[in-house]
């Protein structure tokens, strides 16, 4: 029996046990082991954890032998590996040279992490080495060092190949010298600021104040016998600018103005770039204005082998179409050779090889998809198809012209396999005779010795360490194995690998290509909220491939603090079939729909995963797209991170808006932008911008929080005045703990820790 003291007494327990509750809520599961955890995956510090990750190769004494460095158990170490016998051994001691660096310049280095590019050995017994802008010469048989100034080549000037002339420009004209008799003769005489001659526009050309000076810039092409010159005006009378304020300075109390010239979609008022021709022998100047293009566009024509014409690429504003042009230098007339369209855009990084014998190779997507063909130069016909069928050729590898053998990169041709895997293929240039080179059911990154004879391959997939292999060309046979990713210390951690998965696409049939990420303390009875991260571009696609690439991104670190990331190749990305791409023509904005359904399709299918918490989060324009993704499926993501967006198009810089929202603007540009879309804002949203991006200007950002502002939207905005587009890398700095800290307040529920500095970190 109960008595009513005993009722009162366990009331009062309980009230006060209900209070403590209140008052003192459980501990966050946030500690500075989280951080800690996150960060080991930072690729400053991971880069380190697995050895042997990859083979670059520098090849030396004639394909003898190449060098490569790596990460090892005992740190950073240099590597040769004879083409003969197959044999890699380290090339020397760090310890012993980090010594003789200390007692040559009295400067401390660690052997573990020598901060050197490796060059080479001669004689087995001469090191070389470039450190501190000097080349450095390391005799190990008398334990001597030297040190050789690197040779800078003056970039203000060039020299004719028969070493007779030199040009350069003085007062925004042309001049040329010749080194025998050192003659100047003027070439120009129209040139000055604003109409500059033999020059070129940097993207990031800054300008202190209004009215100062932009970089110094040069550009010729001579021509093979040396008697005439092929360069360009750049025209900056009619371009308008952009501004920053830096405030970086800290001996200054004032900002510093810099301005920069930087045309938007359907500006008339860029910089444009006119090609000229100049005639040493003649003194003659002929400009070729028809040809005249933006700078963001730019000339691509180089010389003929007998310096009577020059040929190349033309695209016009818009990239819809393209043409290959010869222009006689003795008339300037123009022959288009072969010409190009597409209702949407074409590619403007064409595959293009010209022959020995009047042919040339061309990579086209006039199928619907990129392949190579073979093509007549005089009469610009398709004289057959190299290769054919329902896949990407990516890349002309090497060209045996002598053998009449092509090597060439291409994906989704190998039934069943990951549509984006890159393997190497041979085709002799009668079109028969297509092999398979690199079997592995992996993704292939492949540097090939100088003359072709062998090249090295590293091939792994997200989910499966990187193999490092010197393979034949000519056959594919593998002759030794090289290396192998050793992961060892990341199973130490419990690293779990990236998991692929595929999903329907918005087209109801199409089947896209994901990935997810796991943290190491990965908990199958548990719910984890999921992050999207994303990058917007028809240009490129973002799912990691490689082993290197899904270890060494924003995906691993994120994942650490408690979440399951997920990336998304949807729709309208790069590295498939051209109607594939043409899905975000003009349509960009809605590119994250697929990456909705696919988060839900995984959803379905897996219990760990909590659909009710998703967030999102990119950089410049995955910025973009991770606000678009906030305002288009308010009720899917609740918290989104946009760092550097652009977030209306119309202030982008021109050349890929153009390309893929169209030409001129139209009236998808308003209806895509974040900023007329800002009133649809349901959720978390942390905009974050550089003070000093020049690549994309923060007034996109300000005008969006303006309109959020209008609105009445609440929503966070974090400015890093002394920093331009890079920042938030996978390196990690300052602003990475504060994307990760606003996830774990909004999404995860929990107190980010304070005041914490991350390690290795750059701050």
Known sequence: ?????????????????????????????????????????????????????????????????????????????????????????????????????????????????????????????????????????????????????????????????????????????????NLETGQETQLSTQGKKGLEYASYYGWSDLIEGENGERPDRFMVQWSPDSKKIFTQIVDLRLAEKMYLLDFSKEEKFRPDLLSYYRGSPGDSTVVMYVPVIFDLEKKEEKRIPELSVPH????????????????????????????????????????????????????????????????????????????????????GKEIFPLTSGEYVVNKLTFLDESKGVLYFEASGKEPGRNPYFNHLYSVNLDGSNLKLLTPENAFHELSISPSGRYAVDNYSTVNQPTQSVLIDLATGNQL??????????????????????????????????????????????????????????????????????????????????GFVVVTVDGLGGFGRSKAFADVSYRNLGDGTTDHVLAITQLASKNRFLDISRVGIFGHSAGGYDAARAMLLHPD????????????????????????????????YYHEQSNITNAAKLKGHLLLAHGGIDENVNPSATFKFAEELIKAGKDFDLFIWPSRNHSFGRPPGDYFTKKRWDYFIEHLLGEKPLRHYMLPQVSY
């Not at 989104?640 to 009236?667: I, T």
């Open 636 to 667: 899917f993501y609740k918290v989104g991170v946009a760092s550097a967006g652009d977030h209306d198009f119309r202030m982008e810089k021109a050349w890929w808006p153009e390309m893929y929202m169209g030409y001129p603007v139209g009236d």
């Open 480 to 561: 030794a194995k090289i290396s192998e990713a050793d992961i060892t210390n990341l199973k130490k951690r419990g690293y779990q690998f990236p998991v692929p998965f595929t999903a329907t696409a918005k087209d109801q049939k199409t089947e896209i290509h994901a990935v997810y990420f796991l943290p190491t303390n990965f908990n199958p009875k548990k719910k984890y909220p999921i992050i999207d991260y994303t990058y917007t571009g028809p240009h490129t696609s973002t799912v990691p491939k490689t082993f290197k690439s899904g270890l060494m991104g924003h995906q691993q670190p994120m994942a650490e603090l």
């Open 1 to 177: 029996m109960i008595t009513l003291k005993n009722n009162f007494t366990m009331a009062i327990g309980l009230f006060f046990s209900f209070n403590l509750i209140l008052t003192f809520p459980s501990l966050s599961q946030i500690t500075e082991a989280t951080y800690d955890r996150a960060s080991y995956f930072l690729t400053n510090s991971i880069q380190k954890e697995v050895y042997h990750l990859e083979v670059i190769p520098t090849w030396l004494e004639g394909e003898k032998l190449f060098v490569h460095s790596a990460f090892t158990e005992k740190g950073k170490r240099f590597f040769t590996t004879d083409a003969k016998t197959f044999e890699t051994t380290e090339a020397f001691d760090p310890v012993v040279l980090a010594e003789l660096i200390q007692s040559k310049t009295g400067e401390t280095l660690d052997h573990k992490d020598l901060p050197i590019t490796f060059t080479g050995v001669r004689n087995s017994h001469i090191v070389t080495f470039r450190w501190r802008n000097q080349e450095w010469v390391w005799n190990t048989k008398e334990n001597s060092l030297s040190a050789l100034p690197i040779n800078s080549r003056n970039e203000m000037e060039s020299f004719s190949p028969d070493r007779k002339w030199k040009a350069y420009t003085r007062n925004y004209n042309l001049y040329v010298q």
């Open 296 to 379: 963001f566009i730019g000339i691509q024509l180089r010389w003929s082998d007998d310096s009577r014409s020059l040929s190349g690429f033309h695209f016009p504003r818009g990239y819809k179409e393209f043409h290959l042009l010869e222009i006689q230098t003795s008339d300037l007339s123009i022959r288009k050779i072969y010409s190009e369209s597409s209702p949407t855009h074409i590619n403007r990084d064409n595959i293009f090889r010209k022959l020995k014998n009047d042919q040339f190779l061309l990579g086209s997507e006039k199928s619907g998809w990129n392949q190579l063909y073979l093509m007549d130069w005089k009469t």
